[in-house]
């Protein structure tokens, strides 16, 4: 993989000739660290990655904060959501907070646009956007898919539902 991700105003890169993990964003160039990340990804003028000790940090507003001490498993960043595993928890990190979401890793998730929809082990429909959890349904659900910020699903013989900004349709 090349060792550089790009988002809309915002590039992240491990530069080899001044030993140096930087970010270019909006014009400025700020140097993260001196040694190379494990890994990172970039989304929305935000950098979340894991360093070489393994805590696991964002980069946003021209300052660092670390998320986690703990290396997570898996992490995906979305525009301004950051779902994360901790020692087998789901997580998630929106609007400079860390949130627990579940104390094991669903099966089923899928996220776009700041919005996160999963089926928890009752296989019920959580959501999680704009810093909330909530229950969409306590029927089986069929199907899911997540559309920038809509959730829609489809439960017991074909009914179809939308949920958007906080409410169901």
């Not at 003028?45 to 670390?66: H, I, L, M, S, W």
């Amino acid at each position: 993989r090349p060792n550089y991700r790009v988002d809309k105003n915002i590039i992240a890169y491990y530069d080899p000739r001044s030993s140096a993990f930087k970010v270019f964003l909006d014009g400025v160039s700020h140097q993260i660290d001196i040694f190379p990340p494990a890994s990172f990804k970039v989304a929305d003028n935000r950098v979340a990655y894991v360093k070489d000790d393994g805590r696991f940090c964002v980069f946003q507003n021209d300052e660092e904060k670390t998320i986690s001490y703990v290396t997570p498993e898996f992490y995906f960043v979305e525009d301004s959501l950051i779902i994360f595993e901790e020692n087998g928890y789901l997580k998630s990190y929106y609007n400079h907070q860390t949130y627990t979401l579940e104390n094991y890793i669903p099966s089923t998730m899928k996220y776009e646009f700041n919005t996160l929809a999963y089926l928890d082990k009752q296989r019920y429909l959580e959501v999680f956007t704009e810093g909330k959890t909530r229950t969409l349904t306590y029927e089986t659900i069929n199907e899911f898919d997540v559309f920038w910020g809509v959730v829609w699903y489809n439960m017991g013989v074909n009914t179809n539902k939308v949920f958007y900004n906080g409410r169901k349709y």
